[in-house]
């Protein structure tokens, strides 16, 4: 058991370095924490990869913007290679639900899929 909470807690600690807004600027260290298969269906309903993400994150310049807040982190180790998250996202008024699927590799924890769904008030 303390291994899978170990693991947890290594993939929600890498979770919110996504959400940092000096790591999301570099291409380096966001595609240091992406799986090389990685895909994601956004807020906005766009289907992202890997290399589209981390091309649209580079380009983000608003430093003025909010910071990205999570509340509610939950996780649950599925396999010895697989961890999945929930959890909710406020920036700048808007809200998701959020699922991410961390895989275990050679260099560690890399987010595999993740899912953002809007929700109101």
């Known amino acids: 058991m303390r291994d899978r909470a170990e693991a947890v807690d290594v993939v929600m600690a890498r979770e919110l370095r996504l959400l940092d807004p000096d790591v999301r600027a570099s291409p380096e260290l966001v ?18 990869d890997r290399a589209s993400i981390i091309a649209a994150l580079a380009g983000v310049t608003d ?9 509610g982190m939950r996780g649950v180790q599925l396999a010895s290679d697989l ?34 769904t809007p929700y109101g008030g």
């Open 83 to 116: 961890v999945h998250l929930t959890f909710d996202t406020e920036h700048n008024g808007s809200r998701a639900h959020r699922s991410s699927l961390w895989r275990l590799t050679e260099s560690g924890w890399l987010l595999y899929f993740h899912q953002a």
């Open 31 to 48: 595609g240091a924490l992406l799986h090389p298969e990685f895909h994601e269906f956004g807020a906005s309903g766009r289907h992202w």
């Open 63 to 71: 430093q003025e913007s909010e910071p990205i807040t999570a509340t």
